[in-house]
């Protein structure tokens, strides 16, 4: 059965063809199950995980700003932990990017990536130079190119910390980078406490989900929000794909001579997407699409979940050194491949199979780059 699903899956992904499905349900049954589940959704998955990344952000504001306080060095580990605390918890929040967080502003202000130019080097390199006072007020920074707002920029800063220890005092005072890096955390910190505030509040978008209707401008039934769940999922799985996985599957074949992925001059990429797959599994878990699976598409129940499994497996086998480059001889092009292989896998059932299962319409421009 394993290997008949496999081959289904390849033909899917090879030619771009859809899984025909039986005939949906249609009706107010359908309404009530599909808003049921965007509930599950929101309350289970997308508030928790965007309530964790505010409250950790807050946390490493704290820590940086005790550090730079005490000026005691021994701090410093415990602002890297934080540090760490905070970059898994955007990664289990990355792809919820609708709603406050739906355009490129707020993410970007959270963590510029992809950045392949090395713009956040950059930028960094020349504000710390110039040590403007005006920067050190969180409100200021926040207007500033979004390069050097985030995880990123502060990620700079930290590793500066690493190779000469900071903590750090002129005149009595913290040095300029220090007081730099409070005024990032705190803009990561008030950046996400917008983003919550924005679910959360009266008439806020956790009740325009669940009551949509005519008079929204975004979601005007049920169907829209529904989609938006599954777009998600869709954008989570691209990012791995497009972002993590295919880096390294190029270095490893020969394709690309270098690479940047999330936070690795930290240590953390294999972290990062590892936490990546784990809350997709979550959010699959959570809207349980796969009910829907009906005849031909029945096969997609249990593949679904024993892929993300797999898929987390397959992440903590990656071995990636710490301090230095990635070469093409730390991976194993076979695994990659594999990684590769299911994660468009996942993402083609979904958005070919299992949204058509449910009746929803994805847009075409979701499914670009298959």
Not at 66 to 95: K, Q
Not at 161 to 182: F, H, M, N, T
Not at 275 to 289: G, I, R, Y
Not at 296 to 308: I, M, N
Request: glycine share 8%; hydrophobic share 40%.
């Amino acid at each position: 059965m394993r290997t008949l699903t496999v081959r289904m899956l390849a033909l899917l992904v090879a030619c771009g063809l859809p899984i025909v499905a039986l005939a949906v349900p249609q009706g107010p049954e359908r309404e009530r199950d599909l808003l049921q589940r965007v509930g599950r959704a929101i309350d289970r998955h997308v508030l928790p995980a965007l309530t964790d990344f505010s409250k950790k952000a807050h946390e490493l504001a704290d820590r940086v700003e005790a550090f730079c306080d005490s000026g005691d060095p021994a701090a410093m580990s415990g602002v890297n932990d934080a540090f760490r605390a905070t970059v898994l918890a955007w990664a289990r929040a990355e792809h919820l990017r609708f709603g406050p967080l739906a355009g490129g502003g707020p993410p970007m202000r959270i963590n510029f990536w992809p950045d392949p130019r090395g713009v956040t080097l950059r930028q960094m390199r020349r504000l710390l130079q110039a040590e403007n006072p005006e920067l050190l007020d969180p409100a200021v920074l926040a207007k500033q190119s979004v390069a050097v707002q985030g995880l990123g920029s502060l990620e700079v800063i930290l590793l500066r910390w690493s190779r000469k220890p900071a903590a750090i005092y002129e005149e009595g005072q913290p040095k300029y980078d220090c007081r730099l890096a409070v005024s990032i955390a705190r803009n990561v910190a008030g950046v996400s406490d917008e983003t919550v505030e924005s679910w959360t509040r009266e008439g806020g978008w956790r009740t325009r989900f669940l009551k949509p209707g005519p008079e929204d401008p975004v979601y005007r039934n049920v169907d829209e929000v529904a989609a938006q769940i599954v777009k998600s999922m869709l954008l989570g799985l691209a990012i791995i794909r497009d972002q993590q996985v295919l880096p390294l599957f190029e270095l490893a074949t020969g394709d690309r001579r270098r690479i940047k992925l999330p936070f690795q001059r930290s240590g953390l990429s294999v972290a990062y997407i590892q936490e990546s797959v784990k809350s997709l599994k979550q959010l699959h878990e959570q809207f349980q699409l796969t009910d829907y699976a009906r005849g031909s598409t029945a096969w997609t129940k249990d593949w679904v979940g024993h892929t993300f499994g797999t898929l987390e497996r397959a992440v903590g086998d990656l071995k990636l050194p710490y301090g230095r480059s990635i070469s093409k001889t730390d991976l194993d092009e076979d695994a990659l491949r594999r990684l590769r292989f299911y994660t468009n896998g996942l993402r083609q059932v979904y958005g070919r199979a299992l949204a058509p299962a449910a009746g929803l319409t994805i847009g075409f421009n979701e499914l670009d780059g298959d």
